[in-house]
C-alpha cells in the first residue's frame, strides 16, 4: 500500500483518486477552495466535475497542503497546466528529497516557453518528477471504463514504481523514458482538437476531422523531433491516441470549447460556456512560438491561433488550410527516378 496525495480536487484528480483507493492505497485529497472540499466531504462525490461518481470514506479531504503532502510516498499534481507553477511553488516548503511527484496536467508555459515537468523542477529542485499522460477522461475513469496510459520519468525503477502502483484490471499503464515527447504530444493535441471541434461547430464531416487528426500529429510530431523528443512516442498512446480521443469525444473540453467557436461564439465566451479550463487556449500561443523557434511549418497551429486571437472566422481558417501551396504528403519518402 503506498500513501498518495492528490494535489488538485478536478474531475482528474477526483477520478484518479478513486483509482489509486480502489487498488488499495491511503490517497488524500487536496483543493485549496473550501467550498470544494466541504462538498467531497458531505456528497462523497464532486457534483459539478464528476457528478455520479461516488468516493469511498476511506480517501481524505483537505484544505492543509501540508497534510496532503507530509509523509506522502507519491504526489499526484492535478491541477490545470496554468496553475501548475503557483502550485508547486506553494508545495516546495513541504517537498522532501526524492519526493516523487506525477504531474497529469497537459501544457505548456505561454511566456517561458517550458513543459510542466520543467516548470515542476525549477519550483521543486529536490523532486523526482514523472508524467501520465494518454487517451484517459476523467469521467470514464470515474466509471472504470478499460483504459491506457504512459507513465514516464526519468529512471526505469521509478517509472515501473508508478506502473504498479496504478495498475488495474481496467487502468493499463504502459512506462517510457521520453517525458519530453509525452508532454509535448498531451499539450499540443489539445490546440488540434481545437480545430477539430471548430469543424464540427462548421457542419464538416468525418472527413475534415480525419485530416485535422492526420495532419495534426504530422506538425505535431515535426515540432517535438525538432526539440530532441522520440518519433516514436508521437504514434502511441500520448501522441495519436490522445489526439484522437480529444478531438473525437463528447468529453473533451478542447473539442466543446472549439465546436462553439465554429457556431460563431468568441473565444471567451466558449471558456465561459465550457465551465472548465481549456487547457489548448493556453497553449496555442506557446505552440505557436515553438515552431517559430525551432523554424518548424504548422499551419493548423497557426490558424487557431488567429481564430483565438486576432478574430479570424474558423470558415475562413478552414478555407485558408484547404487553399494552402500544393505539397508532398511525406517528404521522406523517396521517388524512383
Not at 474531475?11 to 483507493?21: D, E, Y
Amino acid at each position: 500500500m503506498a500513501k498518495i496525495g492528490i494535489i488538485g480536487a478536478g474531475s482528474w484528480g477526483t477520478a484518479l483518486s478513486l483509482l489509486c483507493a480502489n487498488n488499495g492505497h491511503q490517497v488524500t485529497v487536496w483543493s485549496i477552495i473550501e467550498e470544494e472540499i466541504a462538498m467531497l466531504r458531505e456528497k462523497r462525490q464532486h457534483e459539478t466535475k464528476l457528478p455520479g461518481v461516488t468516493l469511498p470514506a476511506c480517501i481524505g479531504f483537505t484544505t492543509n497542503l501540508k497534510e496532503a503532502m507530509d509523509e506522502k510516498d507519491v504526489l499526484v499534481l492535478a491541477v490545470p497546466s496554468p496553475y501548475t507553477r503557483s502550485t508547486s511553488h506553494s508545495m516546495r516548503e513541504f517537498c522532501r528529497d526524492g519526493q516523487i511527484v506525477l504531474n497529469v496536467a497537459k501544457g505548456v508555459e505561454e511566456h517561458t516557453l517550458k513543459t510542466l515537468s520543467q516548470i515542476i523542477e525549477e519550483e521543486l529542485p529536490k523532486a523526482e518528477v514523472a508524467v501520465l499522460s494518454g487517451p484517459s477522461h476523467a469521467e470514464e475513469v470515474g466509471r472504470g471504463l478499460p483504459t491506457t496510459c504512459v507513465v514516464s520519468t526519468r529512471r526505469k525503477t521509478t517509472a515501473e514504481y508508478l506502473q504498479e502502483i496504478f495498475m488495474s484490471p481496467v487502468f493499463r499503464v504502459y512506462t517510457s523514458p521520453d517525458i519530453l515527447g509525452v508532454e509535448l504530444g498531451a499539450a499540443l493535441k489539445n490546440v488540434i482538437a481545437l480545430a477539430a471541434g471548430a469543424a464540427d461547430g462548421l457542419g464538416y464531416g468525418d472527413n475534415t476531422k480525419a485530416a485535422l487528426i492526420t495532419r495534426g500529429i504530422a506538425e505535431i510530431s515535426r515540432l517535438g523531433v525538432a526539440m530532441g523528443a522520440k518519433p516514436a512516442t508521437f504514434y502511441g498512446l500520448t501522441g495519436i491516441g490522445d489526439l484522437i480521443v480529444t478531438c473525437a469525444s463528447v468529453h473533451s473540453r478542447n473539442r466543446k470549447a472549439g465546436y462553439l467557436i465554429g457556431k460563431g461564439y468568441t473565444m471567451q465566451e466558449a471558456m465561459d460556456e465550457v465551465k472548465m479550463v481549456v487547457e489548448g487556449v493556453y497553449s496555442a500561443k506557446a505552440a505557436l512560438e515553438l515552431s517559430r523557434k525551432y523554424q518548424i511549418e504548422m499551419p493548423i497551429v497557426e490558424q487557431v491561433n488567429q481564430v483565438l486571437f486576432e478574430g479570424k472566422s474558423a470558415k475562413d481558417a478552414v478555407n485558408d488550410l484547404m487553399l494552402r501551396d500544393k505539397k508532398t504528403e511525406s517528404t521522406e519518402l523517396p521517388w524512383e527516378e
